[in-house]
């Protein structure tokens, strides 16, 4: 029962560098989110995808780009990461607009 | 576009003590409202979720919120904390995207309140 399974857990880049992201969801769902949590400011929405071959910008896009590789699929791209990246990202999926999202545990990532 | 506030960010109380966690919401009425909680090093998990269907809602853990039109609110409560309920908590409301309004399952989440449980 993985539910969404997020590679990898832990990560420390160097400014400048890039890096993917990679989610995975088992549970059929048509839409996926990315998020980064970042300490009193809850979670703040970067990219989503509402169906298969759809992306679209959340509250914080920028430095950021996605790929919906197919419907189980959801990747998050770094390409020149800065410290201002540095946080904890959640990719999460759903049904249709009114089902709970479901989370994985998360991607910490420390950029230096 | 809609919102959600958290009052708190930090709540402590003694185990065996309610437990009172505040959101509120923008003035428009949503058609759902989640609540969330996080324990450490881990994702978000479902507590609970409010429809129209009932304005009393019950969850997983005991916890329990109620929907108040008139104050705006959707406060989440537990009779009797436990030191396992320590977490994080979050009050999330679906967000407004496209040209319809469809929502598309976006959420727009409060800031968290964390909750320490003494012994």
């Known amino acids: 029962n993985a539910g969404v399974t997020q590679t990898p857990k832990f990560q420390v880049l160097k400014t400048g560098q890039s890096m993917t992201l990679q989610c995975a969801q088992d549970?059929?769902?048509?839409?996926m989110y990315w998020y980064r949590q970042d300490p009193g400011m809850g979670l703040r929405l970067i990219y989503y995808?509402?169906?298969?071959?759809?992306?679209d910008k959340g509250e914080v896009p920028n430095g950021y780009n996605v790929s919906r590789l197919n419907k189980r699929e959801f990747s998050l791209r770094l390409e020149s990461a800065a410290p201002s990246q540095t946080s904890v990202y959640f990719c999460?999926?759903?049904?249709?607009?009114?089902?709970?999202?479901?989370f994985g545990d998360g991607t910490r990532l420390s950029i230096l | 576009a809609q919102s959600v506030t958290q009052l708190g960010s930090h709540v402590s109380v003694s185990e065996g003590a309610l437990v009172l966690l505040r959101c509120n919401y923008s003035s428009s009425v949503p058609p759902y409202l989640f609540w969330y909680v996080q324990y450490p090093n881990q994702g978000l998990q479902l507590l609970l979720k409010y429809t129209s269907a009932a304005t009393l809602v019950k969850g997983i853990n005991g916890f329990e919120a109620e929907f108040k039109k008139s104050e705006t609110s959707f406060h989440l409560t537990k009779p009797s904390a436990h030191m396992s309920d320590a977490a994080e908590y979050f009050c999330?409301?679906?967000?407004?995207?496209?040209?319809?309004?469809?929502?598309?399952?976006?959420?727009?989440f409060g800031q968290g309140t964390i909750l320490t449980v003494h012994p």
């Open positions: 999460a999926s759903s049904g249709w607009s009114n089902q709970p999202q479901h």
């Open positions: 999330a409301v679906p967000g407004r995207v496209g040209a319809g309004g469809t929502s598309y399952g976006k959420l727009t």
């Open positions: 995808s509402a169906s298969e071959g759809t992306t």
């Open positions: 549970m059929n769902h048509n839409s």
